[in-house]
């Protein structure tokens, strides 16, 4: 399933947001999660002149503890910013502005900062190396995590990004060349975008799996009989930018048509799976409601269009009945043998 936004002056109005907290000094910032349950946001505030990380939790923040010096011992210049967090907060990742104004990366374990990779950053001889963050993405169960690094290249006499597969148990890491926008789900899974020459706006989807990389429209249609090409030879992959814990739900945007698009693709069942376990969830639509019958303890999900969640919860009965409002709507349903999704429209 692939479905493209549309961003009506309906989704934008006022009355659908709301503003966080700010703490006193502060005028701006950037929420980059929300947990599971919506308690839970993370991200950073600025006052014109430093970076803060703050945790906004049931209308109130926190402010995670920051090292005092750089990694060159040296008074942060631009602070810290929190990207995201593991469920129970024992690791969380961001990046700070040394004391040069080039960005590193951060992580937080059990509520400790430290710096990461940091042979990529500094010489043995404790100088600053060419090379700093842009970017990095971090797998839900924090696991792994995938950098965005700007180092200056001598081969083209010009600084290019350089995408690294980090493996935060062990500390190790992978290189790849030529290759922007990486995220990365709990398996491992890294999905990716190349960097057209000349800094074209058209770029095309890869995803790294198993030690191979393959482009992403073939990976999809041949693990999930999923075509991602249109009737007009458009293809929705473009620049993935998140991906769910499972790796079954991607999002992203795609330049087609000059103008850019939002895209969501989900999975759904493997086709290797579905021989033994297709239609184990049965799905009927009632007038202002859905009616679900699977196995009880099955993990349910549903989400509109805009992936804002609908309901959430287990099944603990045979059959269950969720009201809904009319539109078109995305059913998860997880068993210990699937993940099973569905699109559904409500009248």
Known sequence: EILRSDWSSDVCSSDLWHYLAMPDGYAEGCARQISEDGTTIYGYVNNGYFYKPVIWRNEQFEFPTVPTRDL??????????????????????GRVMDSEYAWYPVLWKNGTPEYIAKDLFKTESGTPTSAQIRGLYMSQNGKHMSMNVIDFDPDVSKYVTKPFLYNIEDESYLKFEGVVGPIIDNNGRFYYCDEPLGGGLVRNSYIYENGESF????????????DLINDHNVTYTGTPM???????????FCYVNDYFENYLIHLGTPTSLR???ENAAKITTLPGAVKISSSMGAKLRIVDLMGRIQHIGMIQEEEKTITLDSGIYLIDIQTEKENQVQKIIIK
């Open 72 to 93: 060159f011992n040296k008074i942060p210049s631009g602070g810290f910013m929190l990207f995201q967090s593991n469920e129970d907060e024992s690791i969380m990742c």
């Open 242 to 252: 998140g991906v769910s814990a499972d790796g079954n739900t991607i999002v992203g």
């Open 215 to 226: 482009p992403l429209e073939q990976w999809t249609l041949e693990n999930y009989d999923l």
């Open 275 to 277: 021989s033994t376990t």
